[in-house]
C-alpha cells in the first residue's frame, strides 16, 4: 500500500472529541473493510482502507504533539494476552482477499 500523504497541521486536533470522532469512525471503516472484503467489492475496501490510513495518520500526529519529547513511558500490556489474536482473527481473515 502506498505511504500516507502527509497530514495538514490544520487537520491536527489534539483534542479528546476529535479524537474520539476519528476512533468512532475508525471503528466504522475496518467493519466497512471487512463487509467489503467479504463481498469481494475490492475498490470499495481499499477505498476505505485509505480512509482509515489517513485517519491513524491523523490520531498518530496528533499523539505526537501531546506527548514530550524524552518523556515517552511504554507500559506492557496488563489484560489477558490471549484476547489479542481473537479480536485481531475476526478482522484479519478478510484482510487479504483482494491481493489474490
Known sequence: MAAAAPVPSSRLM?????????????????RAIVEAQNSRRT???LFYQQQLQNNLAILCASADLQIPSGHVTVVPPTGPVAAIPV??????????????
Open 14 to 30: 489534539p483534542n479528546v472529541a476529535n479524537m474520539q470522532r476519528y476512533l468512532d469512525e475508525n471503528h466504522c471503516l475496518l
Open 87 to 100: 479480536a485481531a482473527a475476526a478482522v484479519a481473515p478478510g484482510l487479504h482477499k483482494g491481493r489474490r
Open 43 to 45: 475498490n470499495d475496501a
